[in-house]
T-cell receptor, first 112, second 108 residues
Framework: DAGVTQSPTHLIKTRGQQVTLRCSPISGHKSVSWYQQVLGQGPQFIFQYYEKEERGRGNFPDRFSARQFPNYSSELNVNALLLGDSALYLC???????????FGSGTRLTVV | KNEVEQSPQNLTAQEGEFITINCSYSVGISALHWLQQHPGGGIVSLFMLSSGKKKHGRLIATINIQEKHSSLHITASHPRDSAVYICAVEGTASKLTFGTGTRLQVTL
């Protein structure tokens, strides 16, 4: 069974551009969470989706948005990119709270 | 003050040594997670704890809910254990709050 897959693995964008990151959860997992990890720091929670509904949002500006599709895959969108958005973006899926989380390998976004 | 504090930040050990990484948190939690992150970024879940102690191979994780403290122990450390170890807590909402990680280097 495939793990959590994220695409693309690496991405370079220019300030002001928009970016879409994609995540496919493990089959059967209905919950997807997004995290931002800036170099040298721990990941920070951005969003959680469950059954296509937003269940939680971290302290990120409105430039960040996300959605979950009927097949439980998810997209994270970031508009008007800033240099400070350069980070590793991690997606995690979960079957339920008793089983913990499985993380993808992340998308490394560089904003120049 | 961060909600999740880890110590030490950096740790160097010789192969075979017993290693302890500590995590303290200041909020109520439903579970605590220990995670391993290798260079390149991928995160692997090691343990999910809500009480007591868990063991998997050479890894042991303990938690004291009253003292809001958890430890990760590695017995007979090996160079392949070199990684960043991250403690994360989960509250009533299903979001994880992470510590900044402990960078472990195990040398021959």
């Amino acid at each position: 069974d495939a793990g959590v897959t994220q695409s693309p693995t690496h991405l370079i964008k220019t300030r002001g551009q928009q970016v879409t990151l994609r995540c496919s959860p493990i089959s059967g997992h209905k919950s997807v969470s997004w995290y931002q990890q800036v170099l040298g720091q721990g990941p920070q929670f951005i969003f959680q989706y469950y059954e296509k509904e937003e269940r939680g949002r971290g302290n990120f500006p409105d430039r960040f948005s996300a959605r979950q599709f009927p097949n439980y895959s998810s997209e994270l969108n970031v508009n008007a990119l800033l240099l400070g958005d350069s980070a590793l973006y991690l997606c995690a899926s979960s079957l339920n709270r008793k089983h913990g989380y499985t993380f993808g390998s992340g998308t490394r976004l560089t904003v120049v | 003050k961060n909600e999740v504090e880890q110590s030490p930040q950096n740790l160097t050990a010789q192969e075979g040594e017993f290693i302890t990484i500590n995590c303290s948190y200041s909020v109520g939690i439903s579970a605590l997670h220990w995670l391993q992150q290798h260079p390149g970024g991928g995160i692997v879940s090691l343990f999910m704890l809500s009480s007591g102690k868990k063991k998997h191979g050479r890894l042991i994780a303990t938690i004291n809910i009253q003292e809001k403290h958890s430890s990760l122990h590695i017995t007979a450390s090996h160079p392949r254990d070199s990684a960043v170890y991250i403690c994360a807590v989960e509250g009533t909402a299903s979001k994880l709050t992470f510590g900044t990680g402990t960078r472990l280097q195990v040398t021959l």
